[in-house]
């Protein structure tokens, strides 16, 4: 603490009395200036550390020698007193009083090494001034996002090893036998299986333990792995994401839950600022891999506001690395989990599941008990090609529909009310947010007379823009149109209704588009 804040002078106390009270954290004041004063204070907070695994705030009272950057010129700010002050408490010349009245060194040696450890740095800067620069921007951006995709591949659909565990918590009632389900009860089996397969794999986030979460998603995973393995937090999406960064980086596969997709926001630098830069600032040599899962979007009938129907996902996608999965149905969920969490074990990647809240316990599609909607459970070792889509229907259509979440049902009952006489509709489901599958989409587009593309969220920063752009870009000329839902945020009960996207909306749009 040298007591500013570039030009601001820090407030008397401000530091102590922000920290000392913070709960479970220790607050330990030392002399950062004078060497000997302050060695016992931080060999204490060190040996308290050390034995008692909690953390330590160290607070150490220093001055500052020069401005905080080369632009900042202290002379306009600082009174020649206030600088000479500083200068003659230079922490270099209060331990060198110290040393040479000890007797270690006279003057003339402490000199001889200050000149030697002086020299010593501009060699090493002239050293590192001649080493070759990056140059290119594939140099520059190799550690960014590496894709192992053979072994990735290899990893996603491995099922042997594990086995007998596998047995041991499912007993005869393996969940591939089972009948089809919807997706919180599909997500819950994957999530018991990447437990067992990767010994190293926690699950933690608000609620997830003894309550199974808000959605039961995580229900009985307390239980069967125990606290060690699966742990609430605070309700603080700050630490949850803080301590996947750090468990990742010991060797963890942190799979943490975001309860919504809302909640994110709080503690988006986590991802943006930290974990996905990782990899990229320490050129690969460090890494924190980890797979969140985010409760998100809209369709719960008004329930809770903007703060539990939140259907921007731009905040994610502007991250440079994070991969962003978004399933609409429970089979794939499962197998983008798995391929998530191969992603992360082999190539130490950063991953987001946006989860459609509002399909969680969808079992039908088109009228109540067809259950159309429900999936049986994918075998052991099925699991998502990374970015690739899923498309219902084949080339050639009069009608593609593009889309994600919960615009897959709704286009899919689009297509089968639109399904009449020669008229031919495909939908295709994105399924990944981040990279996108382009070249798919524009495979399919290109095969297609009318491109409808199908957002839930809003317009501006949208996913459906960049499927748009990609779409002119390539000259795919066609007769595209995006559909969208406003500009807003979602409010409460009914009235959510009135302002999301419908079914009948993208069914009027359809239509107009094959008259054209």
């Known amino acids: 603490d040298n007591g500013w804040g570039i030009s601001v002078p820090t407030p008397t106390g401000f530091i102590e009395e922000s920290v000392r009270a913070r709960y479970g954290l220790r607050y330990v004041r030392a002399n950062g200036v004078d060497l000997e004063a302050g060695y016992s204070a931080v060999a204490d907070a060190i040996d308290y550390v050390r034995h008692k695994r909690q953390p330590v705030f160290l607070h150490l009272k220093t001055v500052r020698l020069m401005g905080h950057a080369g ?5 306009e700010y600082r009174s020649d007193a206030d600088l000479m ?36 740095c501009l060699d090493a800067a002239d050293a590192a001034d001649l080493t070759p620069r990056l140059a290119s921007r594939e140099d520059i951006m190799a550690p960014l ?5 053979p072994a990735v591949k290899k990893e996603m659909r491995r099922n042997t090893g594990w086995d007998k565990a596998r047995m041991a918590v499912w007993g005869e009632r393996l969940p591939e036998k089972s009948k089809p389900s919807h997706m919180a009860v599909l997500i819950n089996h994957a999530l018991h299986d990447l437990l067992i397969k990767y010994p190293q794999a926690i699950v933690f986030g608000e609620d997830v333990a003894k309550k199974g979460g808000v959605y039961t998603v995580t229900k009985g995973l307390w239980s069967q792995f125990g606290r060690r393995r699966v742990f609430n937090t605070l309700l603080d999406e700050t630490t949850i994401l803080g301590l996947a960064q750090g468990y990742g980086s010991m060797g963890f596969l942190p799979m943490p839950e975001i ?10 630098d986590q991802i943006r600022g930290e974990a996905c830069s990782l990899q990229f600032f320490s ?12 409760a998100g979007l809209g369709y719960q009938k008004g329930f809770g506001g903007h703060f539990h129907n939140d259907n921007s996902m731009t905040a994610l996608r502007d991250i440079p690395s994070l991969i962003i999965g978004c399933p609409s149905r429970g089979d794939d969920a499962v197998m983008m989990l798995r391929t998530m969490m191969a992603l992360a074990h082999i190539d130490g990647r950063v991953c987001a599941m946006i989860e459609p809240i509002a399909l969680y316990m969808r079992k039908d599609l088109s009228v109540p008990d067809d259950r159309e909607w429900s999936f049986h459970y994918p075998a052991p070792d099925k699991a998502l090609t990374p970015f690739e889509p899923r498309v219902y229907g084949d080339d050639g259509a009069d009608l593609l529909i593009i889309t994600y979440g919960n615009g897959v049902p709704m286009a899919l009952n689009v297509r089968r009310a639109l399904q009449t006489g020669n008229v031919k509709v495909s939908v295709l489901d994105l399924r990944w947010i981040k990279p996108l599958p382009i070249t798919q989409v524009l495979a399919n587009a290109s095969q297609a007379k009318h491109v409808l593309v199908v957002d839930e969220g809003r317009p501006n920063g949208s996913i459906g823009e960049s499927v748009m752009s990609a779409l002119a870009q390539n000259a795919i000329n066609k007769s595209l149109h995006l559909l969208t839902a406003p500009d807003t945020y979602i409010p409460l009960a009914n009235a959510a209704e009135v302002t999301l996207l419908s079914e009948a909306e993208i069914l009027d749009k359809a239509r107009g588009l094959l008259t054209l």
């Open 71 to 75: 632009t900042d010129f202290e002379i």
């Open 259 to 268: 309860q919504y997709l809302a909640y994110f926001h709080n503690a988006g």
């Open 145 to 149: 996002a590496p894709l192992s995709m």
């Open 283 to 294: 050129n690969n040599q460090f890494r924190n891999p980890m797979v969140m899962r985010i």
């Open 85 to 120: 002050a500083s200068e003659s408490q230079d922490p270099l010349l209060k331990t060198a009083e110290t040393v040479v009245a000890r007797g270690l060194m006279t003057p003339a040696e402490i000199l001889a090494k200050y000149e030697a450890l002086r020299i010593a």
